[in-house]
């Protein structure tokens, strides 16, 4: 008989992944040392190290955890969905959302720093992209969408607005008309 | 009589910001250490350092350098076309590109996790901002802006595709279908 269930197995890895997020999104990669991991989770290296190969292995299963969670929202909810929700649990200083936003950035710095890591990253990341074309598509077939753009082009459009928020916030920089501005990002797409 | 004119100053500030611009970019602010500056502009650390006191005052130069290059830019032909050439001189993979939109991220990293750069940072980075305001005010008065959405929400609305933009390409993504995006925003903030 297993001393440890599958379930308690599953529920300390969810807890090193939800604090290491915070710490890889506070310190950065190279600054969340195995010592503030460590201190981070509140328990050893073996412990951590049990669940996750090396220090890369769990800043990728963090950000993996991260894309597979958004891809979910975005196919229930369309991307500027996320994006407002986004924007309001920024505006509450949600601990949380900082930390996604956080490891959202440092996934685009090791990408720019680190080709393996971007070559390990690029085949990880279209789940989002899928899943709101797949819902831009169901739009289009309810004729709500325009129709003068092929649902290519506006997915790229949503991204790079989503792209653009999460730059955006992640610098800690203010709100500002940023609720609005979603308005008009949604309003682009839209079927007048 | 000085042994050394203000223009040869200039000229070789100018060619160690250059030069410092695309080490900054590949390797990081952290990366990018003395030694790789000195082997990127071809000068020993005294030299360099006679110029900017610091590496630290030597990347704020960089992106202040940038800044101003791109408020200039905006000012003459709005934020859209700033985004256009990007994206077309990525495309050609020009040395200079990768390099200014890496300090972009770079700037974005250092501003996330360094609470005293932030700070500093934040009282520069007004000016392309106000450019691309009274541009959009501009063509407001012209009768070429939509006018159902505050100039200030179509300044951000800009932005927000501006910052997607750059986080975009200094990740190495491919540009797809950005063009087409990049009609679809303009189309959004013209009058109809």
Redesign the interface.
Known sequence: MPRVSQDQLDARRHEILNASRTCFA???Y??ATVHRLEEATGMSRGAIFHHFRDKEHLFLAVAEDDAATMAEIVARNGLVQVMRDLLERAGNSEGDTAGWL?TQ?EV??R???DPAF?KRWAQRSAAIADATRERLQRQRDAGVLRED??V???T??L??????????L???RPA???A??LD??E??VRRH
């Open positions: 506070r310190f950065g190279n600054g956080g950035l685009a710095h990408r720019r720093t971007a753009v092929p290519e082009v506006l790229q459009f991204e790079l607005a989503y792209d653009g928020l999460v730059l955006h992640a610098t800690g500002g008309e940023l609005a501005v008009v990002v309003d682009a």
